[in-house]
């Protein structure tokens, strides 16, 4: 109509027409797509892991505040609340440390149900859930079928936690983390669920004792990963650090894993077998610019002024002026006795 006529008419005009004569999909028998309501068979089968986004929290740094972002995990099979934390950076390394935190306490679970965000959609975590062992798996996009748990749950922390706290006021990050803690203990996990009849700390703990996972393997699993080629120099290049290694591996392609909150230490890898350490030769950075600063405390006061050190230094110098008697004294042909240069007002006569 549009291309013969001339005339504009909206699709929803168009579906309106249609519905009124019988034309829609109810009315020539097309079947709805339904969705089974999925539940893990025992506690640690399946976490869901997500991003609930808070209220506004003083910066601990910066002037002003910013919105608070809680990291959280709840068990598919007991509906508990295995770990949260409020953090000010949503990014990669803090949902590392919540699932780091969410292990230690509730041992390892088989899978991890994540959405495509950024915070869970990246080699990091990839790595983590390789190395322990979990199955990493990411909703499909558009597709939320799978999270109501996630979000029945994010929908009693802003209904029962967040509305007491905001009425209370929350002066800092520290102590929203401290009171949630305590309420997720005291409150969350110990009521009792509507659709399972139990608490979730009972129902999760009815499954008997969790598998852990040990030291070694955990210290390895949060750690990163990079590859660089190393330089005609024998150097390889992170976060804007320059790292010696192996002479021998000039022109390869290494892997380098470390901690990305200390830099100081990089573990080279070739052909997955260790090849030594890097070291540090240009070092800019301590830690990686994608850990989130604001949770790391500044450092402690020294009580020391520096610059005022400095200064006073400086005019203990200055402030002392300059004797041209004691520069040059009557012996060395510099100044005479009544402080006038010799032969400066020599008027030629005979003495």
Excluded at 279 to 306: C, E, K, M, N, S
Excluded at 322 to 327: E, G, H, L, P
Aim: overall charge positive; charged content about 25%; proline content about 6%.
């Amino acid at each position: 109509m549009s291309r013969r006529h001339g005339v504009r008419i909206a699709e929803r005009t168009v579906s309106a027409h249609l519905r009124a004569r019988g034309l829609s999909r109810a009315a020539l028998g097309a079947t709805p797509r339904a969705f089974g309501r999925y539940e893990a068979s025992r506690p640690n089968e399946r976490w869901i892991t997500d991003v609930l986004v808070g209220p506004f929290v003083p910066h601990p740094r910066a002037a002003g505040s910013r919105r608070a972002r809680l990291f959280l995990i709840v068990d598919d099979h007991s509906r508990l609340l295995v770990h949260g934390r409020w953090v000010n950076e949503e990014n990669t390394r803090a949902g590392q440390d919540v699932l780091r935190a969410a292990i230690e306490r509730r041992g390892l679970p088989e899978a991890l149900y994540a959405d495509n965000g950024a915070p869970f959609a990246n080699a990091a975590l990839e790595r983590t859930c390789a190395v322990l062992g979990v199955r990493l798996i990411h909703s499909r996009p558009y597709s939320p079928q799978g999270r109501g748990k996630q979000e029945r749950l994010n929908r009693y922390i802003r209904d029962r936690f967040l509305t007491e706290a905001e009425a209370r006021g929350i002066a800092s990050l520290d102590e929203l983390n401290d009171t949630f803690m305590a309420w997720a203990e005291q409150v969350a996990n110990t009521r009792v669920h509507a659709e399972t009849g139990q608490s979730p700390l009972d129902r999760f703990s009815a499954g008997g004792a969790p598998r852990a996972a040990e030291r070694s393997v955990m210290a390895d699993a949060f750690r990163w990963s990079a590859i660089r080629k190393v330089t005609a120099t024998a150097t390889v290049s992170l976060a804007g650090n320059r790292y010696t290694v192996d002479p021998a591996l000039v022109g390869r392609r290494v892997e380098l894993r470390y901690d990305p909150e200390d830099l100081t230490r990089l573990d080279v890898i070739i052909d997955g077998r260790p090849a030594g350490v890097a070291i540090p030769f240009v070092l800019g950075r301590h830690v990686h610019p994608a850990v989130p600063q604001a949770a790391r405390a500044p450092a402690p006061a020294t009580g020391v002024d520096y610059l005022g050190m400095v200064q006073a230094a400086h005019e203990a110098v200055t402030s002392t002026p300059i004797s041209f008697r004691d520069v040059a004294g009557p012996g060395d042909g510099g100044l005479n006795g009544d402080g006038d240069q010799l032969g400066l007002f020599d008027t030629g006569t005979a003495s």
